[in-house]
């Protein structure tokens, strides 16, 4: 059976007013891509938008064993948190990729990674990277913050 996997793209935090209803519309969107039949979701754990969408994929996790998922982590120096809400989560996932070793900067070529290996992609607002997913193809869902 094919693994269908989806990721989460956010270019910038969100006004913390707009958070719960940013999150509600997140969840929507998971809801609508397990519905889907989507069980591997990507976070790239790079602001608290993406830490909000891992947790609640972890929710989903715990009602459905065959859902997992990643960390795509743009470079190694970001592993060396003590955040606890972003640890807590990075533990929950079954794999995690690093773009880079390197302390630089490798965010869109971890943006076009996450891109490369799903076949669905939740954005957070339109950007340049929401381009390249039309362009490879890539369902799409679209949320305005």
Known sequence: MLIK???FISTK???EENLFF???KIRGAV???IDDGYTNFISSFENMIDLIFADIVTEY?????SITLEGAISNSSK?????YFFNRLLSKCNTVGVT???NDDCTDKRNRLMIDFSQMVIFLNENDFTHYAKRNKKEI???KD
């Open 5 to 7: 996997t989806c990721c």
């Open 13 to 15: 935090e969100i006004k």
């Open 22 to 24: 940013t999150s509600e």
């Open 31 to 33: 809801k609508k891509a």
């Open 61 to 65: 996790m715990q009602a459905n064993s």
């Open 79 to 83: 592993l060396d948190n003590n955040d």
């Open 100 to 102: 880079s070793i390197q």
């Open 141 to 143: 869902i679209i949320i």
